[in-house]
């Protein structure tokens, strides 16, 4: 079995930045794609950013310039750095790894932008 242990998440003021990690334990053969979602109270969980297994990035239009996901594959783990916040990006925020077929999630960390 795969876990995903999900760090870095907190309380930041407008215009500061976070670095959240997920790290994966377990048996890993190969990884499709990697991603970050994030729900915030009353609203729809939203896929934030993804990284292909040969490095192409994606992101959702609201972050775009801002957030960037990268990966490192000796250490298993996936990264989104987060940069400029906003108090709309508050949310928990969701590791997901693809492997072969399945879908795995991490716990989920909690990001507050507020002053």
């Known amino acids: 079995q795969v876990q995903l242990v999900e760090s870095g998440g907190g309380l930041v003021q407008p215009g500061g930045s976070l670095r959240l990690s997920c790290a994966a334990s377990g048996t890993i053969v190969s990884i499709n794609t990697e991603g970050w979602y994030r729900q915030a109270p009353g609203k729809q969980r939203e896929l934030v950013a993804t990284?292909?297994?040969?490095?192409?990035?994606r992101y959702v239009d609201s972050v775009k310039g801002r957030f960037t996901i990268s990966r490192d594959n000796a250490k298993n783990t996936v990264y989104l750095q987060m940069n400029s916040l906003k108090p709309e990006d508050t949310a928990v925020y969701y590791c997901?790894?693809?492997?072969?077929?399945?879908?795995?999630w991490g716990q989920g960390t909690q990001v507050t932008v507020s002053s």
């Open positions: 997901n790894v693809k492997i072969v077929t399945i879908n795995y």
């Open positions: 990284i292909s297994s040969g490095g192409s990035t």
